[in-house]
């Protein structure tokens, strides 16, 4: 196979260069003033200027994205073959050489490049890019999904749904323009970041690099990214594009699998998933990325009805749409839509892709397709004026370059650190406390720490790569920094690896807390991609059951055996049912990925130093039985119940304790009657009443009583996080519009009923949470 895939490519090759051979004819002078040139001349005039002097293979070369050399070289070094159809982690273009790269460069046939892993790499490749005829620059992109984490020496800022947890847009805001400035400083300029998929499925690998299950929340979150990477309209020199991904609701596949199909009705898509696209549209995303799967039997990547008629003529999309990894491929290879890939790049450009994410065989099919009257050559055009725009936007055309002498004063620096930090001590979820925490230290002399995620690097989470020792603070590294120096902190080292827990290890672990006050065990899975044979989380890490893996949960149920309080911490990336857990031990913390600084946040939380402030942005079932459990859902879904077990979540949206208490009033409407259509004022008095200052996060839901179509039993519309001193009240007023009350009727067409909604609002999800007033639309 790989002697066949080396003859296409050095005939593409060759085929390049004849495409290419006009290119070499046309003179490199008279552009040189040309107005595309000018930064003085309106981008507009600039993108037209330049496209009217591209040939159709330099502007379908635009269009055409590769894979980084140091990336590619990683993957060469891999001791297993690639197949490239399947995996979605390493490229390798067999047959193609280092050189025959730069040769596509300097002939205008590569547009962009992803994952180019240092400053100096992505350099050397825009000076390739300044001997074309154009001098035009490469885009690079980066999958920034919470830091430039991919970067060795980064900044590694909570998962994104850790940073859900926080529930605090403005800092989600923060932690993405410092996400771009680390990625400016190093070359990138193209996040793949925000994902916006809306997770239902905690089976679903990716649900850690998700904002969580709501739309609504994600919206708030995706549109706080998408302002922080790209600033106002990509007017500054550490702005960067911003990619909402991955169109559409690939985040409830059928089987739990990545990229399994997804049979969906138009009303969850449009009450669902659409929401998030259309909100983080309006707020300016420049770029969307198609999804792997496929919607009712029509692929992502090649459905004019979702890239076309909703995203941009519907949802009003103005950007540039690129593929995933080598899904333009998969539409012959795997869904079978097509018999050969220059019919699937007919399909996918026709329906509205704008770039092929990665490799050869994208630039000859399309030139053939135009050539042959199939596509036009405007529709190329629409392509490459967007792509053309980004690169005028982001200054690339003035300086591509990056000063590497400058890197280490903008990476890791005290003001992002100090933000890395104040993320992941937000983002905790105290789950459980039965007077347990904070560690009364006048009373706890001896802590035993152990369980396999208690000193690794799993807080980093997915879509990070190996950072060096010193930049990470592990939960044992953060316990010894933070514990008071009367409290002898003991650790057992049973290893690095969820996977790896033995019967000694736990026999040894249960014998050494003999001569302990507590215990600390700090267990959950790993999304490490650069540990791929111990990885349990992450892309395309799918699991058919939510319970600990291998014998973590055998390890806390011995330690609990001894008597001890036990502290079980979980530092995971997806819902786990942890329903024995929840039971029986007296306090459980949800520490999700918290990142580079989440060792120390977790010690902050554990011995009182911060009052913990996070709230659950997904529903953790109890077992995988259960799925798909999220809080807004129909009226019927608990209709009946289970036999044999509990029914319903083991702990619900918004839910998250503090050491504080707080109280809240009744909510109190500005209008109990009024004209539908028209806003409403809602009012909540909540008291801190107790002696410690403490932030709660104020959730406002909504519930339509009787409708013409089935309704979800509750739907967040709002929420504020609030600060409160010891016996303060804050009365906090949100306004609800014509959005917290309309829906899709019979006919799918938007509308507002009259009759009576319940307005609720409280601490969490959970109606013993919530308090309610009636409000009647007239």
């Known amino acids: 196979m790989r002697v066949h895939f080396r003859v296409f490519v050095i005939c593409t090759l060759v085929a390049l260069f004849a495409i290419n051979l006009l290119n070499s004819c046309q003179s490199v002078e008279g552009h040189q003033n040309a107005d595309y040139l000018d930064a003085k001349v309106p981008m507009e005039q600039r993108v037209e200027d330049l496209l009217s002097k591209m040939t159709l293979a330099e502007k ?30 390493n490229a390798f273009y067999p047959g193609l050489s280092g050189k025959d790269l730069y040769d596509l460069i300097k002939t205008g046939n590569i547009g962009s490049f992803l994952h180019v892993l240092t400053a100096k790499e992505a350099n050397e490749l825009q000076k ?28 590694v800022y909570p998962t994104p749904l850790s940073l859900a947890s926080t529930w605090d847009p403005g800092l989600v805001r923060k932690v993405a323009q410092q996400t771009a400035r680390e990625m400016r400083a190093t070359g990138s300029h193209w996040a793949f970041s925000p994902n916006v998929d809306v997770a239902r499925d905690p089976r679903w690998g990716r649900v850690g690099e998700t904002f969580g299950e709501d739309p609504y929340l994600v919206s708030a979150m995706g549109v706080a990214m998408v302002k922080g990477l790209q600033g106002e309209g990509l007017s500054k020199p550490d702005n960067v594009l911003a990619c909402i991904k991955h169109f559409v609701a690939g985040s409830e ?51 004019k009805y ?73 529709r190329i055009n629409q392509s490459v004026r967007k792509i053309l725009e980004a690169k005028f936007r982001l200054g690339l055309f003035e300086d591509p370059f990056v000063n590497e002498d400058k890197i280490a004063g903008t990476m890791r620096n005290p003001e992002h650190m100090t933000t890395a930090l104040e993320a992941a001590r937000k983002s905790i979820v105290l789950l459980k406390n ?46 010894e920094m933070i514990k008071p120096k009367d409290v002898k902190l003991n650790h057992y080292d049973m290893g690095n690896q969820v996977t790896e827990v033995t019967d000694q290890h736990i026999a040894e672990a249960v014998s050494m807390s003999k001569t302990n006050d507590m215990i600390v065990v700090v267990v959950g899975s790993n999304s490490l991609r650069y540990e ?22 055998q390890l806390v149920e011995a330690l609990h055996a001894t008597g001890k309080p036990v502290i079980v911490v979980l530092v995971n990336g997806r819902p786990l049912g942890v329903e024995w857990i929840a039971e029986n031990v007296p306090a459980v913390i949800e520490a999700w990925e918290p990142g580079s600084a989440g060792g120390q946040a977790i010690a902050e939380v554990v011995f009182g130093v911060i009052n913990p402030s996070g709230k659950l942005p997904i529903t953790i079932p109890r077992n995988v039985g259960q799925v798909p459990s999220y809080y807004n859902h129909k009226r019927a879904h608990y209709v009946k119940k289970y036999k044999w077990s509990k029914t319903g979540p083991l702990y619900p949206f918004g839910h998250g304790l503090s050491y504080s208490q707080f109280e809240y009033g009744d909510p109190v409407l500005s209008h109990n009657e009024l004209e539908a259509g028209d806003p409403v004022l809602v009012s909540i008095a909540v008291t801190n009443t107790s002696d410690r200052a403490g932030e709660e996060v104020v959730q406002v839901y909504v519930q339509d009583l009787y409708s013409s179509v089935t309704r979800p039993m509750k739907e967040l519309k709002a929420f504020e996080r609030v600060s409160l001193a010891p016996g303060e009240t804050k009365t906090v007023t949100f306004e609800l519009g014509d959005e917290a009350f309309a829906f899709y009727d019979l006919n799918m067409k938007k509308t507002i009923e009259t009759g009576d909604f319940l307005v609720l609002t409280g601490s969490s999800s959970a109606n013993e949470d919530l308090k309610s007033v009636k409000l009647t639309l007239l």
């Not at 980084?68 to 690639?82: M, V």
């Not at 890019?129 to 690079?140: C, E, M, S, Y």
């Not at 890939?341 to 397709?369: I, N, R, S, W």
Request: glycine share 8%.
């Open 128 to 155: 390739a890019a300044q001997q074309t005829r154009l001098k035009i620059p490469l885009l690079i992109g980066i999958d920034a999904i919470h830091g430039n984490a991919l970067y060795e020496g980064a900044t």
């Open 434 to 479: 039965e007077d347990v925490l904070p560690i009364m230290v006048d009373k706890v002399k001896n802590i035993l720490i152990t369980g396999p995620n208690v000193n690794n690097h799993t807080l980093m989470g997915d879509w990070s790569f190996e950072q060096p020792k010193d930049n990470i603070t592990t939960v044992l590294e953060g316990f």
């Open 306 to 378: 979702l890239l076309t008629d909703i995203l941009r003529n519907e949802m009003g999309f103005d950007g540039f749409v690129v593929s995933d990894w080598m899904d333009i491929e998969r539409l012959k290879t795997v869904h079978r839509v097509v018999d050969s890939q220059k019919e699937a790049c007919y399909l996918t450009v026709d329906a509205g892709m704008d770039m092929h994410m990665h490799g050869p065989d994208f630039l000859e099919p399309v030139v053939e397709l135009v050539s042959e009257g199939r596509l036009s050559e405007e």
């Open 532 to 553: 791929s044979k111990f990885k349990t989380n992450g892309e395309n890490i799918a699991r058919d059951n939510l319970n600990l893996i291998g014998k973590q949960q």
């Open 253 to 303: 596949p059928v089987n739990g699998l990545n990229a399994s199909p997804m049979d969906v009705s138009e009303r969850t898509l449009r009450e669902i998933y659409f929401p998030p696209y259309q909100k983080t549209i309006e707020a300016g995303a420049f770029t969307a990325m198609a999804a792997h799967n496929e919607i009712n039997g029509d692929p992502c990547h090649g459905s």
């Open 60 to 89: 379908v070369g635009q269009m055409s994205q590769y894979v980084g050399l140091f990336h590619l070289k990683k993957s060469a070094d891999l001791n297993t073959p690639i197949d490239m159809m399947a995996d979605d982690a």
